[in-house]
C-alpha cells in the first residue's frame, strides 16, 4: 500500500506562483511514474504532467512553460512549480503514482489551488 500526502496549495493572485509537494510512504517501489492531475468544478480530472523515475517528462500544452515537475526519487517525493498561474488553474490538483510494472496507481486526497484575477 501506498500513500501520498500533497501540500503547497492555496489562494494566489494570477502571475502569481505556487510550489505543491506530494510525499510518497508505504511500499517502496524503484520503478514508478509520478504525476499531477487536476480537477475544476464540473470538469473531468485532466493530466497537468508526469515523470518517470529516469526523470522523463510530459506535460499538457495549457501548462507547458509555466509548470515543472521534479522529483526526488530517494525521497519519493514529486514536486510542480507552478508559475504564471492564470485563473483558469484554479482546480483541485491530485497528486498520482503509477507502480510500475503491476501499474497499480494511488491517489494523494487533492489540494485545492485557486488563482484570483
Known amino acids: 500500500q501506498v500513500q501520498l500526502v500533497e501540500s503547497g496549495g492555496g489562494l494566489v493572485q494570477a502571475g502569481g506562483s505556487l510550489r505543491l509537494s506530494c510525499a510518497a510512504s508505504?511500499?517502496?517501489?524503484?520503478?514508478?511514474?509520478m504525476g499531477w492531475y487536476r480537477q475544476a468544478p464540473g470538469k473531468q480530472r485532466e493530466l497537468v504532467a508526469i515523470?518517470?523515475?529516469?526523470?522523463?517528462?510530459n506535460y499538457a500544452d495549457s501548462v507547458k512553460g509555466r509548470f515543472t515537475i521534479s522529483r526526488d526519487v530517494a525521497k519519493n517525493t514529486v514536486y510542480l512549480q507552478m508559475n504564471s498561474l492564470k485563473p483558469e488553474d484554479t482546480a483541485v490538483y491530485y497528486c498520482e503514482v503509477t507502480v510500475i510494472p503491476s501499474y497499480t496507481v494511488y491517489w494523494g486526497q487533492g489540494t485545492q489551488v485557486t488563482v484570483s484575477s
Open positions: 515523470i518517470s523515475s529516469g526523470g522523463n517528462s
Open positions: 508505504g511500499s517502496t517501489f524503484s520503478n514508478n511514474v
